[in-house]
């Protein structure tokens, strides 16, 4: 049984920093390419960024290039997400996904594997 789950969302003003985190269990994660989404109320799923098996490759997204970056451990089955510069827009609840793919996944239907998600709240 494929286990995703997120922590390290939480309350922070703006121009702070949170880290997310992302325990997998149940699949051969370094051998999956792993993503971050976001959704705020009223919107769609957003990509945030992707990592590769290794971690070798990376991308985000244009909104939160240069503030959030995805990073991974195999030994630990984690990724994680540490974000900079948080801005109120980037409140959102915030899922982790695994994909059975060495490459980048950017859309959310190529995902096999989603966790429940972490509340990420900015205060002006």
Known sequence: QVQLVESGGGLVQAGGSLRLSCAASGLPFSASAMGW????????REFVAAISWSGGTTYAAD??????TISRDN???????????LKPEDTAVYYCAAARSFG?????TEY???GQGTQVTVSS
């Open 63 to 68: 909104s939160v290039k240069g503030r959030f």
């Open 112 to 114: 096999d594997y989603w």
């Open 104 to 108: 980048l996944v950017f859309g959310p």
């Open 37 to 44: 989404f976001r959704q705020a109320p009223g919107k769609e």
């Open 75 to 85: 030994a630990k089955n984690t990724v994680y997400l540490q974000m900079n510069s």
